[in-house]
């Protein structure tokens, strides 16, 4: 893995206490999951262009028809990319949650042609990016919490 991607291999502190539900009006994901989600998060964000970038090329390789739905370079795509990885995060932690960003975002994607069936291969692509880029660090749970997230955000965008 390229040395711009490595990210500290230290596993993040697991809580001792079990995981408590949110009360978050537009994802059902523990605090334990978000936890998860943003330590890994912040674990990537010195590096989130080169690594938004390298989940453009997995899923442009799982799914060339893809290419086509977005215009522009890569680069560009992962800009795009990074800025809504770090709305999100930040939405994870406030009551008003992301579900209004999200339909907006899905609504665009509609309009691009992309289709529920696309949300699954991004999935599979960015956890794959998330795998490479965080090595040990991204654990099974963690692995677990991303799927649960990505699963609810593809069920979102939907529509």
Known sequence: MPAALHVSDAAPKKSTRRARSTASKDLNLTTEQKRLI???????EPALDLVAQLFFLKLF????GLRKKFDGPVEMQARKFS????LAMI???HEDG???TLKLL?????QMGIRARHYRTMSRALVWTLERSLDKSFD??????WNTMLAQFAKVMSG
């Open 98 to 100: 992301l579900a209004p």
């Open 61 to 64: 390789r799982l799914d060339p």
């Open 83 to 86: 800025a809504s990885a770090k």
């Open 91 to 93: 939405s994870l932690g």
């Open 38 to 44: 943003l330590n890994s998060f912040f674990r990537l």
């Open 106 to 110: 899905g609504t665009r994607h509609r």
């Open 140 to 145: 099974r749970d963690t692995r677990d919490a």
